[in-house]
């Protein structure tokens, strides 16, 4: 991906923030706050730097606020010591009231203060968990897929389990470097440095004991929350481990019932949740113990400052200056040293968040010329968009011209210097042995492999010129695995949940091109029938017709169809044929990979693919009266037929 595309003040693919729940005076108050505050190249590396100095202003409002709840703090306990020395000097009833009513306000200030210093934080969190939210979708939707070399790819290096670990847990761990670290270290450390300043100036004595009493409870909390950081690091490590294997477990458990690897992958699964439940009770027992500590340590924090106070100072104290200092120790650093040690635990849980995402913003990911395409741009009669759906350019004489297109996987070449032209209207039939790299030439013209090209050009454009996003929508792709979600049927072929009524004419008529009449097929809920996952319910004839219908559902120029005919049987082929690819299809650019010896004469060229290079292209007549090696791959294919019919 361009970083480019993402600095701060470029043009991002993304949605602006728009929340509203932030209103224009606090939107002019705390800065531009709804617009993207950093890029992809920000969240590569220092992700938690990044997440607190990309909006100064707004940090800088935080600390502010909470610099003046601790000083509007620290008033407190001088008016309530001139309150305890005025009733023993005999001070007005109205005086010591006024007094007491200062130290009350000042006291309700700082809490008021720290409360918005809060507010101010989260918001900024959600902000952050939204953008970044987004940011980790489109670079997840943008990951190059690596068939060609995975090693390189490196997508299937990551599972299932472990991406949705990133928007589950990490992103808003990550993320509480602000709404939770921020607003506590401001409350904790504060107050630890500036309590004992207060101490100094007010009552007039070496400022060192109080400095080294603070001191210590500040190593105390680090001691304390190491550990409690680690075990936080491990539950994240524990719980990723077990989606994936969970996630593993029921995307194959059909195949695992079958072989009979249900027990062993249970085990699995039951070892993975011991190792989380172990951890899980030693981090309960750490933090008990540190809560129970952190109870304790002000009682022992306030001890200790008094005594030092009077060994040191060697003044005779008056009872105001006893119970100011006991308010400072006792009351005022409560707060800090209970709060500190999870700070400082959230804080490396963050650290730790914000590496794994990282890593996963560091992976590989394609040219980013611009965002998902709204939903109405593949509605029916919307896929003429972008340049290439142009009406007033002139149409170029081919649909697809390939030259020098190649695939390599390491020192192999999965596919090798094929080149191609394919006129407007054709119906192309791509032919070849299991391996020749059929679907992966498909993909390839997709842009979903890493391959090279000399040239490739789309109705005269040049391909390589165009984003991944626009490119794909001039294609219709029907996959050798035929795709269906948990949606109704009207969904599938729209492939937009909640489609809208004015589609259904145009979705009965899609399925009817594809030989797929719901009243016939046993779905009694029409278009409303819902399909199971991963279409459970449907046949695997039925799923290709579906694919078939969406195809022609979103009316693209050039289709892709990648064996798309495999499931159906002889009749149910012959009317998709008749009815679809030389019916509706006719003017549109076709190009079907196949194993069907049928659909070949009817096909207008047919490329042979062996070992990754073009073989043989041309009228299937000619391929069969003048390559050996067609001939030997359709006497295969016949042969393969015949042992099917048997």
Not at 365 to 391: I, T, V, Y
Not at 601 to 627: M, T, W
């Amino acid at each position: 991906m361009d970083d480019a595309t993402h600095r701060s003040g470029d043009a991002s693919p993304l949605l602006p923030f728009r929340s509203q729940f932030v209103s224009k005076s606090s939107a002019a108050f705390l800065g531009d706050a709804l617009a993207p505050p950093f890029g992809l190249a920000g969240v590569r590396r220092r992700l938690l730097w990044t997440l607190l100095c990309s909006r100064k202003r707004t940090l800088g409002v935080a600390i502010a606020l909470g610099v003046l709840a601790t000083s509007v703090g620290l008033l407190a306990p001088w008016f309530q010591k001139s309150f305890v020395d005025g009733i023993l000097q005999g001070a007005s009833a109205r005086s010591l009231a006024f007094t007491m009513l200062l130290a009350f306000a000042t006291m309700f200030l700082s809490q008021a203060l720290l409360s918005v210093t809060r507010v101010v934080c989260m918001r900024e969190s959600t902000l952050a968990q939204k953008w970044l939210s987004e940011l980790l979708y489109e670079h997840t939707l943008l990951l190059k897929t690596g068939e060609a070399n995975p090693a390189e790819g490196k997508r299937s290096s990551r599972t299932v389990g472990e991406t949705v670990a990133l928007y589950a847990t990490d992103v808003m761990a990550a993320c509480n470097i602000l709404d939770d670290v921020v607003p506590n270290l401001l409350a904790s450390l504060i107050p630890l440095v500036a309590a004992p300043i207060a101490i100094s100036l007010v009552h007039d004595v070496p400022l060192w004991p109080p400095v080294l009493v603070s001191a210590l409870s500040v190593a105390s909390c680090l001691l304390l929350s190491k550990r409690q950081a680690r075990l936080f690091g491990m539950m994240k490590t524990f719980a990723e481990r077990r989606l994936s294997i969970v996630n593993e477990w029921l995307q194959n458990m059909r195949a695992l019932r079958v072989l009979g690897w249900m027990n062993a992958f249970e085990q699995r699964i039951f070892k993975a949740r011991e190792d989380e439940s172990v951890n899980r009770l030693s981090m309960v027992t750490n933090g008990s113990t540190m809560n129970s500590i952190a109870q304790v340590a002000p009682f022992l924090v306030n001890v200790a400052g008094v005594v030092s106070f009077l060994s040191v100072a060697n003044v005779t104290p008056t009872p105001g200056d006893v119970f100011s200092l006991l308010w400072i120790f006792g009351v005022f650093l409560v707060r800090p040293i209970r709060m500190l040690p999870w700070a400082i635990v959230v804080a490396v849980d963050a650290q730790t968040s914000a590496k794994r995402l990282e890593t996963f913003f560091g992976l590989p990911a394609e040219s980013h010329g611009g965002a998902n395409l709204p939903a109405h741009e593949s509605a029916p009669g919307g896929a003429q968009c972008g340049p290439l759906g142009d009406a007033s350019r002139t149409p170029a004489p081919w649909a697809l011209d390939v030259k020098g297109l190649t695939v390599t996987a390491g020192e192999r070449h999965l596919l090798f210097d094929v080149h191609f032209r394919i006129a407007k209207g054709e119906l192309v039939g791509i032919i070849g042995e299991v391996g020749a790299g059929k679907s992966l030439l498909l993909q390839s013209l997709l842009r979903e492999t890493r391959a090279t090209f000399r040239s490739y050009q789309v109705d005269g454009i040049d391909a390589l010129g165009l984003s991944v996003a626009k490119l794909r929508t001039r294609f219709g792709y029907v996959p050798q695995d035929s795709f269906v979600m948990s949606a109704s049927l009207r969904d599938n072929v729209s492939f937009e949940y909640g489609s809208p009524e004015a589609h259904e004419d145009a979705v009965l008529e899609a399925l009817r091109l594809a030989d797929f009449i719901p009243s016939q097929e046993r779905l009694e809920g029409g278009l409303a029938t819902e399909i199971g996952e991963r279409g459970v319910n449907l046949s695997g004839g039925q799923r290709q017709r579906v694919n078939l219908a969406r195809a022609h559902f979103h009316k693209r120029e050039t289709l892709l169809l990648d064996d798309a005919l495999s499931a159906l049987d002889t009749q149910t082929e012959s009317r998709v044929r008749r009815k679809l690819l030389q019916g509706a299809w006719k003017n549109k650019t076709r190009v079907l990979v196949t194993h069907r010896l049928s659909i070949l004469p009817h096909c207008d060229r047919v490329l042979f693919l062996e070992n990754g290079r073009v073989a043989a292209f041309g009228p299937f007549h000619e391929l069969l009266a003048n390559s050996e090696g067609v001939r030997a791959f359709v006497k295969s294919l016949s042969k393969a037929e015949e042992g099917r019919a048997l």
